[in-house]
C-alpha cells in the first residue's frame, strides 16, 4: 500500500511562485508514471501535470508554460514547481502515480493534499 505525503502548499499573491513536494511510502516511483491533480472549491478533481518514468513531461492547458513537474526517484519524491501564479489556481493539490501513458490516477489511496490559494 502506498502513502502519499504532499507539502508545500500556502498562501501566495498572484504573480508569485511556489514549490510543492510528494513523498511516498510504501512503494517505489521508480518506474511509475506520476502526475499532480487538484481540487478547486466546489469543483471535480483535475489533472495538472504528468512526469513520465522516462522524464518526458505532459501539463493541462491551463498551467503549460508556468508549471514544471520533475521527479528524483533516489529520493522518491516528485515535486511540482509553480509559477506566475492565477487566483484561478486555488485548489488542494494531489499526486498520484497515473496509468501508463494517460492523466488518470494509477492509485486508489490520495494523500490528505497541500491547500494552495492565491490571492488576487
Known amino acids: 500500500q502506498v502513502r502519499l505525503v504532499e507539502s508545500g502548499g500556502g498562501l501566495v499573491q498572484a504573480g508569485g511562485s511556489l514549490g510543492l513536494s510528494c513523498a511516498a511510502s510504501?512503494?517505489?516511483?521508480?518506474?511509475?508514471?506520476m502526475g499532480w491533480f487538484r481540487q478547486p472549491p466546489g469543483k471535480v478533481r483535475e489533472f495538472v501535470a504528468a512526469?513520465?518514468?522516462?522524464?518526458?513531461?505532459n501539463y493541462a492547458d491551463s498551467v503549460k508554460g508556468r508549471f514544471t513537474i520533475s521527479r528524483d526517484d533516489a529520493k522518491n519524491t516528485v515535486y511540482l514547481q509553480m509559477n506566475s501564479l492565477k487566483p484561478e489556481d486555488t485548489a488542494v493539490y494531489y499526486c498520484?502515480?497515473?496509468?501508463?501513458?494517460?492523466?488518470?490516477?494509477?492509485?486508489?489511496?490520495w494523500g490528505q493534499g497541500t491547500q494552495v490559494t492565491v490571492s488576487s
Open positions: 498520484n502515480g497515473l496509468q501508463l501513458g494517460l492523466r488518470v490516477a494509477l492509485w486508489r489511496d
Open positions: 510504501g512503494r517505489t516511483f521508480s518506474g511509475y508514471d
Open positions: 512526469v513520465r518514468y522516462n522524464d518526458n513531461t
